[in-house]
């Protein structure tokens, strides 16, 4: 589509926000009967929004006609999306915001601000075509702005039960120290004794005879309040701290201090690297944070009111699936959520933690079917999770889903095979956990053919459960059982029949 056709379709679908000065609409039905009479609270070039006697009320524009002087201008409104939430993920917006404008052949203008704005133009005309800015926002006054309507968009790091999420990228925690600070690793178990204020001295955990000086962002921002979720409650920071830069800056300075921060915002302090209870590394490369084996990975998302969204919005929204979406993101710093796929023999560490990790009851046969169907395949970074304690599907794994479902559509799997990998963790009894690995990754797959109905059976993945055989991490803690429940993607070849074959508990 050209862009001048495009711009005047563009121009005529539009958001017109009256949510500062709403006024006295009419609403007829063009075929008679109807009449809705109410205050205009807003119209996206399809639908009109009105407060009537009867609620607030979403009606489609083609069915009816405007009366009265509040009916918007069809080809005069500008867009304006507003964003408030999590300061320390807001690099991501002005990139994403100019590659979508970028994509449409559109002007981006980035205009003086504290925060972020920007406008949208008419690369010919000059004409404003949107209006788009971010301000920082403590996560529970963000959530109110969106439901008053006074903002549009929620940047967070955890989904909420009142929106709808769209995941944008991929942001891991780690923990960081100075880079003279002597200590090689810190396990998960040393860190949550160090966060809850066991450990008061680097001697405990294998330092140096010296105070651990414990630093942390404020208590009430959304990273900090995602890593509590995730982490449970922490001892009182030493040191507290309004954002990412200046905690790093921070704990750089000081030999003895440590603190967990975001992977976009570590310079100039050092990396300390992770292990699990079983001394097991816990790498944050990029598949591991994307399938979120790394125990801190955390998505970054953006929350809507479940509502009728602009057009605009709902365009940006689904820009964010695109490929300029996610490379924008990488350029931002974080991890982009493009699917990504590697051997599955290339991770030998998960080979030498499945030998190591397997229980008594894991025998050489569970571990022999498990290395056969890995050879020659590969490991998507689509992984599913659940909520815990329900068979739901987390925020990000139904997000998974739906860019799964879009690849298949597309034909991204020519002449290969699907397979959803069920596994439990090693709590009770291993005939019971296959059993529930099995149903697992069936559970994926239902939920697959539910949204695409459309796909043919045989393209959807076959369903594997390998029980307790393949550990990410240590049955010992709460974390490391929560990376081991998962289902994973394999792809194989074609000709590889063993994966269609039923698993048998």
Not at 382 to 398: H, N, P, V, Y
Not at 426 to 442: D, F, H, I, W, Y
Request: hydrophobic share 50%.
């Amino acid at each position: 589509m050209g862009v001048r056709v495009w711009i005047a379709a563009f121009c005529a679908a539009l958001v017109f926000s009256f949510s500062a000065l709403a006024q006295d609409v009419t609403l007829v039905a063009r075929e008679g009967g109807i009449v809705l009479n109410g205050r205009l609270q807003g119209y996206d070039g399809e639908f009109y929004r009105i407060e009537t006697s009867y609620g607030l009320l979403t009606v489609d524009g083609q069915g009816v006609i405007c009366e009265g002087p509040a009916c918007p201008d069809l080809i005069a409104p500008k867009a304006v999306i507003r964003v408030v939430g999590a300061a320390d993920a807001a690099q991501l917006l002005p990139v994403l915001f100019e590659a979508f404008a970028q994509s449409r052949g559109l002007i981006y203008d980035p205009l003086p601000d504290a925060g972020f704005a920007a406008r949208i133009l008419d690369p010919e005309s000059r004409k404003e075509l949107a209006e788009v800015s971010f301000s920082a926002l403590p996560p529970a006054q963000a959530s109110a702005a969106i439901e008053t309507g006074a903002a549009d968009l929620k940047l967070a790091f955890q989904p909420e039960a009142a929106f709808s999420s769209h995941s944008v990228a991929m942001e891991a925690l780690l923990v960081i120290v100075a880079p003279d600070n002597p200590l090689p690793e810190i396990s998960t178990v040393d860190l949550a004794r160090i966060l809850s204020g066991e450990v008061t001295n680097w001697a405990e955990v294998g330092g140096p005879d010296m105070p651990v000086v414990l630093h942390a962002l404020r208590p009430e921002t959304d990273l900090q309040l995602a890593l509590t979720a995730r982490l449970g409650d922490s001892a009182p920071a030493q040191t507290l701290h309004s954002d990412l830069q200046g905690l790093t800056e921070a704990v750089a300075r000081d030999p003895w201090a440590i603190a967990i921060s975001g992977r976009s915002a570590i310079a100039p302090a050092r990396r300390l690297p992770l292990t699990d209870s079983c001394g097991f590394p816990l790498l944050p490369n990029a598949l591991s944070i994307k399938a979120e084996d790394y125990p801190l990975a955390l998505p970054v998302m953006l929350l809507a009111p479940k509502r009728r969204l602009p057009l605009m919005t709902r365009e940006f929204l689904d820009f964010l699936r695109t490929p300029a979406a996610q490379d924008a993101v990488a350029s931002a710093g974080f991890i982009d959520r493009s699917a990504s796929r590697q051997p599955m023999t290339s991770d030998g560490l998960r080979l030498i933690n499945a030998i190591q990790g397997a229980g008594e009851d894991v025998t050489l046969a569970d571990l022999k079917r498990l290395v056969g169907i890995m050879d020659g395949a590969d490991r998507m970074s689509f992984t599913f999770r659940f909520e815990d304690g329900s068979s739901t599907l987390d925020a990000q794994s139904q997000d998974n889903l739906v860019d799964l479902a879009q690849l298949i559509a597309t034909g991204q799997f020519r002449n290969e095979k699907l397979v959803f990998a069920g596994f439990s963790d090693g709590s009770g009894a291993a005939e019971a956990n296959l059993a529930l690995s099995v149903e697992r990754a069936a559970k994926v797959a239902q939920e697959l053919a539910a949204i695409a109905p459309d796909l043919a059976v045989a393209d959807l993945p076959a369903v594997e459960g390998f029980g307790e055989a393949l550990p990410m991490a240590c049955d010992e803690t709460a974390i490391g059982r929560h990376l081991n429940r998962r289902v994973e993607l394999w792809v194989v070849p074609d000709f590889a029949p063993t994966v269609l074959e039923t698993s048998e508990p």
